[in-house]
């Protein structure tokens, strides 16, 4: 029973396993019935595309033993045997979806969602206990080392096992020549996937009992991160609804602009170096600029501000301070700025946003990342919609094309100020608590205290100083970075930062503890027990050494804001999938998680409900000594969420 096909090598190099391919239904009864009497099953999933809103099922592995490990194709090549996608589906699925039997993965999101797509309900992956073994190797490592630079099973098997697994690219190759997992044959594709179960079967071994030891770990694992993989699954699958017809308006409007950009960048090139030049090489422009007119290629000769390794830079910055320099008589910076700018919103995001609409769903399904970012954040990416520019009006206007559903609307829900709320919390320092408590714009506030001016009094300049040292007291900001940001002298910029330091000595403190306790410790921690390790702490080199100090503080404070939302995401995922009928969420979806943003799909008729619980929901998700605020919209499409 559970023999290797006859062509299956005896030996691939680099399977150290007993792994055994199921093809049919007699092997499958077996083991299921196998499977019956575990208490913990690693599962894992092979498709045919890495996103797994576009992938189909290819077959499922599972271990129940360290050095074993079973494949159950699905699909694969013409001429070899398997079995359907029914029959192993609802063989699988009492197992599959009995939460007494515990199932770990590695990056279990995803088997979730496949499993989800094949109608099954995955269950028994969140820890309900401790010592409990169900969870996620690749969340586990994550929770035990956040700084590592790989949670990938190939990494975690290298680290913990002292193995290197069957590489994907030996089965499916790698560029135009690549193959679908389900156009392997099964002789080698079998090996492959059972050794995937067993390897996560085996991590997990290695690294639940890690986690378990530190119960302040434990609990971040088992009531934090475990129950978000959930939450993002179902985000996933929800996905959001994209205006395919307002990007293409947008594109062709925007188009036209830089068709008029190259025509004016031509003439002005033509009238005053009497040549042209190609508008996306920055040596070619760094030649028009910085050239003299007698050189060979002649130029305008414009000063350079800052060379490089190839020549001077044309980079954003550089542009800038030559549009804005009264003495540069040319609109060739000015234009080149406009012109990069709107390529790159047609390049990087209209095009490609409307090559990931999925064509059954008419719905972007982006993935939802939890181990990428070392603080806590989570990240996005296939595509990357936390990174849809804001800035400027024009870039915003791209959320114009994220709209509701029909009979729907959207609900933006945005943390105000959070990471400055949670700084007064943790530092405890009272002007700033006072601030808050007192409903005050805290820019001003701040303006106020630090130059000792009345509320009523304080300037749109100072407001702007004592915003950015808001912002950036938690990344180290300095007299040249700020003065850099203000565009004042360096001795105005550090009187700024002085004088805030002075005004809001608590916070000062906070700062030199979290230094202090990083250097104590090795690592820092969240208001949850998050933790990062910071090396180079007391590097010889200054450079390194002040970088992990505002690693230090920054890793607190933006970490215990990822910690605050991450909550809310779970209690208000619990809420929408309780909610009863005519109750404010029946009917509301999750769709988006940007930043400090939460934006939902709701029904149209309790669309003001379901904002004001969520609201509600949202500034209690964690208690801290200044209030928490919520600032919250609804509307047809997301550019109006604000």
Not at 384 to 390: A, D, E, G, R, S
């Amino acid at each position: 029973m559970f023999d290797q096909p006859s062509d299956t090598p005896s030996a691939i190099e680099g399977v150290e396993g007993e792994y055994h391919t199921v093809t049919t239904k007699k092997d499958l009864d077996a083991l299921v019935k196998k499977l019956k009497k575990v208490k913990l099953i690693a599962v894992d999933t092979e498709t045919t595309h890495i996103r797994p809103m576009w992938a189909s099922l290819a077959g499922v592995s599972v271990s129940i033993e360290s050095g074993v490990g079973y494949y159950i194709p699905t699909r694969a090549p013409k001429g070899d045997t398997h079995l359907d996608e029914e029959t192993v589906v609802n063989a699988l699925r009492p197992i599959l979806e009995d939460p007494t039997i515990e199932k770990v993965g590695q990056n279990i999101k995803y088997d979730q969602i496949i499993f989800h797509n094949c109608g099954i309900t995955l269950a028994g992956v969140v820890p309900i206990a401790t010592k409990s073994m169900a969870g996620d190797t690749m969340i586990a490592s994550y929770v035990l080392d956040a700084s590592r630079s790989s949670h990938s099973m190939d990494a975690l098997s290298l680290a913990f096992l002292e193995r290197n697994p069957i590489s994907i690219k030996d089965l499916i190759g790698t560029g135009k020549n690549q193959k679908r997992f389900d156009e392997v044959a099964l002789s080698l594709a079998g090996p492959y996937a059972a050794e995937d179960a067993d390897i996560t079967l085996q991590l997990n071994d290695k690294l639940a009992p890690m986690i378990h030891a530190e119960p302040e770990l434990e609990q971040l694992y088992r009531e934090i991160e475990m129950p978000l993989v959930d939450v993002l699954a179902q985000l996933e699958i929800n996905g959001v609804v994209v205006d395919k017809a307002e990007l293409n308006n947008q594109e062709q409007r925007l188009q036209k602009r830089i068709d008029e950009l190259v025509e004016e960048i031509n003439t002005e090139s033509k009238n005053s170096i009497a040549r042209t030049f190609d508008l996306n090489s920055p040596k070619q422009l760094s030649e028009a600029l910085f050239n003299k007119p007698d050189d060979e290629v002649e130029g305008l000769g414009i000063k350079p501000i800052k060379k490089t390794k190839t020549g001077y830079s044309t980079n954003a910055e550089v542009l800038e301070k030559l549009a804005q320099d009264p003495e540069i008589e040319t609109p060739i910076p000015s234009l080149i700025l406009e012109y990069r700018q709107l390529t790159k919103l047609v390049s990087t995001y209209l095009k490609s946003l409307a090559e990931d609409i999925h064509p059954d769903t008419g719905r972007i399904h982006a993935s939802f990342n939890q181990t990428v970012a070392a603080t806590g954040r989570l990240s996005s990416s296939d595509p990357n919609l936390q990174n849809i520019p804001i800035r400027t009006d024009i870039g915003r206007e791209i959320r114009k094309a994220f709209v509701a559903h029909e009979g729907h609307q959207l609900i933006t829900a945005d943390y105000s100020q959070i990471e400055l709320r949670i700084l007064a919390h943790l530092s405890d320092d009272p002007a700033l608590i006072e601030a808050f408590h007192a409903g005050e714009d805290i820019h001003q506030a701040v303006a106020a205290q630090i130059n000792e001016v009345p509320l009523d009094q304080v300037t749109s300049e100072q407001r702007s100083g004592a915003k950015m040292v808001n912002f950036g007291i938690v990344y180290g900001v300095t007299p040249w970075g700020l003065a850099r940001r203000l565009n004042i002298g360096n001795n105005e910029a550090a009187e700024i930062i002085d004088n805030y330091k002075a005004r809001f000595a608590n916070i000062t403190s906070f700062l030199d503890e979290c230094v202090h306790f990083a250097r104590e410790h090795g690592y820092v921690k969240t208001m949850l027990g998050r933790r990062r390790p910071i090396r180079d702490i007391d590097d010889r080199n200054p450079q390194r050494k002040a970088l992990a100090e505002r690693m230090a503080i920054n890793s607190v404070v933006q970490g215990s804001a990822a910690d605050l939302i991450k909550l809310a995401m779970i209690d208000l995922h619990e809420l929408i999938r309780e909610a009863k009928p005519d109750e404010p969420l029946e009917g509301t979806k999750m769709i988006l998680q940007i930043h400090d943003e939460l934006v939902f799909e709701t029904p149209y008729d309790h669309a003001k409900r379901a904002k004001d619980l969520i609201v509600e929901r949202m500034e209690a998700a964690m208690e801290l000594k200044v209030p928490l605020q919520v600032d919250a919209h609804v509307s047809s499409n997301w550019y109006d969420g604000k």
